[in-house]
């Protein structure tokens, strides 16, 4: 009994650990469209011809995000704001971006 419930868990702790990996992977090619973005103009572009490729959508899949549309319109959009992923994850921007909010409801 406890060797099934210890190899469940063990196989959720994998598939836990692997999408956190594709996750990094897909928070790697945000920062590469947003260094094209800012060195070429084209970073939007970029990450939605990468997101609809086929390794992309594997990337994607296993990231645990479903590769459809509205998915590639989000990333085009993370993009084109310019803001690097590390930042974007940082408490520091999500208080300056609820305080802005804020601001914006008030006027």
């Not at 868990?9 to 945000?30: I, P, S, W, Y």
């Not at 310019?82 to 909010?101: C, D, N």
Request: charged share 30%; glycine share 8%; proline share 2%.
């Amino acid at each position: 009994m406890f060797d099934a419930a210890d190899g469940t868990a063990f196989t959720h702790e994998q598939g836990a650990r692997a999408r956190k990996l594709f996750a990094a992977v897909v928070l790697a090619a945000l920062d590469d469209a947003i260094a094209d973005d800012k060195k070429y103009g084209n970073g939007p572009e970029q990450i939605a011809r990468w997101a609809r490729s086929r390794d992309g959508r594997e990337v994607l899949s296993c990231a645990g995000i479903d590769p459809n549309e509205r998915v590639v319109s989000g990333l085009m959009e993370f993009v084109g704001k310019g803001v690097r992923t590390s930042v974007a994850l940082s408490r520091e921007e999500s208080e300056r971006r609820a305080a802005a909010e804020a601001e914006a409801e008030a006027a």
